[in-house]
């Protein structure tokens, strides 16, 4: 395996261990949740900022438009969804989350936020740089790979993945990390204790 492939395993299982690390934090939050996995994934998928069409969330999760209607029609009893006309066609119909709904996404993702501020403020000035910078650089590759002409775009319909990262706001040009400060080493220094 070269130093490449390498590296990106590494990240890989780093990544894997946090977010495990962090969802076991957010347990107690996620425990007072009264939905089934088809509602919870419903509500995020919707949980953007341009509502979606229903055809759109039922491709997303592998579903029949019908099964969809069902678990909508749930979300939209509990006062969760709401079920907007698609200006551009009549026949759409489009899901968005209710302020209820949206409160709901935002007590659940600001759980893990709060912990993970918690690792954060342990961190000295030094390490919350490269933390920064590490996440811009993964935030602006993201972004760049729905870019037209791009190496990897990703498909039309979005899928519910593991975790998500925002970077910091600080722009942050290709190559600026210090080549040095990989995961390996970040990695290696959390392994020594702290005053």
């Known amino acids: 395996m070269d130093e490449r492939e390498r590296l990106i395993a590494h990240i890989l299982e780093i990544d894997k261990r946090l977010y495990q690390y962090l969802q076991r934090q957010q347990i107690p939050h996620w425990a007072e949740v009264d939905l089934t996995m ?5 509500l995020f998928l919707v949980g953007g900022a341009q509502a979606m069409p229903n055809s759109r969330v039922a491709r997303a999760l592998g579903m029949t438009l019908s099964t969809t209607t069902g678990v909508v029609d749930r979300l939209v009893a509990q006062g969760l969804v709401q079920r907007l ?13 209710t302020p209820k709904g949206r409160a709901m996404l935002d007590r659940l993702l600001s759980s893990g936020l709060a912990y993970f501020r918690q690792i954060l403020e342990r961190m000295d000035l030094n390490e919350l ?6 996440l811009d650089l993964l ?6 790979m729905a870019e037209p002409g791009s190496r990897s775009e990703p498909a039309d319909t979005p899928t519910l993945t593991s975790n998500s990262t925002a970077g910091s706001g600080t722009k942050v040009e290709r190559g600026s990390l210090d080549p040095q400060a990989t995961a390996l080493d970040l990695d290696r220094s959390s ?5």
Not at 85 to 97: F, N, S
Not at 129 to 134: K, W
């Open 38 to 42: 088809p509602q919870l994934k419903v």
């Open 129 to 134: 740089q490269t933390v920064a910078r590490a």
């Open 139 to 144: 935030h602006h590759t993201a972004m760049s």
């Open 191 to 195: 392994q020594e204790t702290r005053p």
């Open 85 to 97: 006309e698609d200006p551009a066609d009549r026949r759409a119909i489009l899901l968005k989350t």
